[in-house]
């Protein structure tokens, strides 16, 4: 999942290395206009904190953010209405089910009578009361290339080839970036301290960095490299520890360490075994409860308890979560995921979120049948498109729906690429993939907040907060809409999105704009208002 996973650091890695009021409610949607993009339109004043904590919910006219029009729709379209309860899947790398906004909506499997150790529902796993664990006790693995030079008789010939290169080019770019981030790191250290004894305070804001003003040019030197730093989101000590974990994973590279560690042993199966499926355990949590931000996080996004006064606030509202737990810290087994998406189906999951990615995949018929079997149980599978910038209509990320990266072999996946919160030239967001062809529509994914470990709260970004967005969506949409198919409810939350038609900047690169339209299959971003209307007349076709 490296190039999936939450941007966090990423961004320091890659800046070295290239030097541095109440509303009325509708009684019926046949007559209501759908939401279209306002032109020539921007929010000029800095988002208040209310408003960046719930962004992906406001509404591109009303609030000109290009959110998903959730309250919108839920306080016109959906008022008084009641729907049925969905099961959503997260396959990801753990939920804290104890979270004291997620623990309402945890799915629990009925059919299983907890800790008597008896496979009571005969599916295979023993008291699996709210889910499964398919990486046992393993929090860290290798990456797919990395497993690949290990054991080349995992591929073919070329792709060995193309593995071995990115690890050399890995090891080359590590020779440039590991002094430089270690100088960063120096950097940042010095201008904490300056700026602490200038607070006389251990802990300030960004907020207080900008206002400094002193002819001292220690301090203003100090005040520019901390606006740079904090600007990424993390705290002081958050940003040490990711630089130093950057630095340690550096080295480890230089040393060849990365080549040396067998992760999956301590779980005791053949990994390239399809058919070897008794292993892992029934703890959705994992032996870490801080290794699981990243689904705790995905999970919220999609499912936090709405206007319960805790934290934050999940797109749809009458759901469960069914947790696998089968993406650890470096890239998923393609066995875990073509199994975790089987059971999650196999268990009545009627939306599956996959906030996960590698450029690798061995074993990709495994997870290619997977969606298929998904498909057949009507069941619709939402993907991050990926955080490196490319174009994935020729760069590898998996798993997709189109081996060939231009015949769909099925069509109940969606691919989804993210959004900023600024609705001007810079809303796509810069480490965002895009693709004409396989990605298909953009959601919100920079600074989504969203339940994290033991309680707490964070905002995160990446294509992995874009993607449950859009799960969210579609979970509304199965709920008061049971009837229509997976297929239907993609070519929804395609078909219905807001149009923009503008050039925006691609990659973060100021140089390089290109009209959205070309971005995405459908050229648009998700909007809940929208769909729900689409959805409403289709049910009635």
Request: hydrophobic content about 40%; proline content about 3%.
């Amino acid at each position: 999942m490296n190039s999936i996973k939450p941007i966090l650091l990423s961004a320091f890695a890659i800046m070295v290395l290239a030097g541095c009021g109440a509303q009325k409610q509708v009684s019926s949607l046949s007559s209501v206009a759908l939401i279209s993009a306002p032109l020539n339109i921007k929010k000029v004043a800095p988002l208040k904190e209310s408003e960046l904590k719930r962004w992906s919910h406001l509404d591109i006219v009303k609030d000109t953010i290009p959110g998903m029009s959730v309250d919108r729709a839920y306080s016109e379209l959906l008022k008084n209405k009641t729907g049925v309860k969905v099961i959503v899947g997260i396959v990801d790398s753990g939920v804290d089910i104890e979270h004291e906004d997620l623990k309402d909506v945890v799915w629990t499997n009925t059919k299983e009578i907890p800790g008597n150790g008896i496979d009571d529902d005969k599916n295979g796993y023993i008291d699996d009361i709210h889910g499964w664990n398919f990486l046992g006790d393993i929090t860290k693995e290798n990456l797919e290339y990395e497993r690949i030079i290990k054991d080349k008789s995992l591929v073919d010939e070329a792709t060995y080839l193309e593995a071995k290169k990115l690890n050399d080019d890995k090891i080359a770019e590590a020779k440039a970036g590991k002094e430089r981030l270690e100088e960063l790191l120096f950097g940042t250290s010095n201008a904490d301290a300056v700026l602490t004894k200038h607070f006389a305070k251990p802990v300030y804001t960004i907020k207080e960095v900008n206002e400094i003003e002193s002819k001292d040019s220690t301090l203003l030197g100090s005040k520019v490299m901390m606006q740079r730093m904090l600007s990424y989101g993390l705290s002081v000590p958050e940003l040490k520890v990711a630089i130093k974990d950057d630095i340690d994973g550096m080295i480890a590279l230089l040393n060849g360490d990365n080549l040396k560690q067998n992760y999956r042993a301590v779980v005791g199966d053949n990994p390239n075994d399809i058919t070897d499926t008794k292993y892992g355990n029934n703890n959705v949590m994992g032996p870490d409860k801080e290794k699981i931000l990243h689904g705790t996080h995905v999970a919220g996004i999609v499912a936090q308890v709405r206007n319960n006064g805790i934290g934050g606030d999940g797109i749809a509202s009458n759901v469960e979560i069914l947790t696998v737990r089968a993406v650890p810290d470096g890239d998923e087994y393609d066995k875990d995921i073509a199994l975790g998406i089987r059971y999650a189906v196999d268990n009545g999951a009627k939306v599956i979120n996959g906030s996960f990615g590698k450029s690798f995949s061995p074993h990709k018929q495994w997870v290619y049948d997977a969606i298929k079997y998904a498909e057949k149980k009507d069941v619709l599978i939402v993907h991050a498109a990926g955080n490196d910038a490319e174009d994935i209509d020729s760069y590898n990320n998996y798993p997709n729906d189109s081996d060939d990266k231009k015949t769909e072999f099925a069509d109940n996946m969606i691919t989804i690429g993210a959004l900023n919160f600024d609705y001007s030239d810079k809303v796509v967001a810069r480490f965002s993939n895009i693709g004409k062809v396989n990605v298909d529509v953009f959601a919100p994914g920079v600074k989504i907040y969203a339940s994290t470990p033991n309680n707490t709260y964070k905002y995160l970004q990446g294509t992995s907060m874009a993607s449950p967005n859009v799960a969210g969506v579609a979970a509304i949409i199965r709920s008061y809409y049971p009837s229509l198919s997976a297929s239907q409810v993609k070519h929804i939350l395609m078909d219905s999105g807001v149009a923009i038609t503008t050039n925006v900047i691609v990659g973060g690169n100021p140089k390089d704009t290109r009209s959205f339209t070309t971005l995405s299959k459908s050229g648009k971003i998700v909007n809940a208002y929208n769909a729900l209307i689409m959805a409403d007349k289709m049910s009635k076709k």
